[in-house]
């Protein structure tokens, strides 16, 4: 069975940083999916951070400048570097694989808390 798996979130004062990764513990190769970070913050509907299809990338207006979606295929692995957070970006982050056929992949999230 595929599975997505989200590692690196945690607690953070406003103005850090943090690391996103998400790997596949099945086997797809994420390097042939289209890859997206979503969030979900308590009591709101479940959104785009950022994607990454081919050579091309799309942020949330919110994040830009902010964020940097990144793979390394080597490893098998998606990231999402975060810098200057604020307490606005907490929230579960979910990772999200997307093949040109069939249902997406979602991991089980990891929680991000951005303290003031």
């Known amino acids: 069975q595929v599975q997505l798996v989200e590692s690196g979130g945690g607690l953070v004062q406003a103005g850090g940083s943090l690391r996103l990764s998400c790997a596949s513990s099945?086997?797809?190769?994420?390097?042939?999916?289209?890859m997206g970070w979503y969030r979900q913050a308590p009591g709101k509907q479940r959104e785009l951070v950022a994607e990454t299809n081919g050579g091309n990338t799309n942020y949330a207006d919110s994040v830009k400048g902010r964020f940097t979606i990144s793979r390394d295929n080597g490893k098998n692995t998606v990231y999402l570097q975060m810098n200057s957070l604020k307490p606005a970006d907490t929230a579960v982050y979910y990772c999200?694989?997307?093949?040109?056929?069939?249902?997406?992949?979602w991991g089980q999230g990891t929680q991000v808390t951005v303290s003031s």
């Open positions: 999200r694989a997307q093949g040109t056929f069939g249902s997406p992949y």
């Open positions: 099945g086997r797809i190769i994420l390097s042939f999916y289209a």
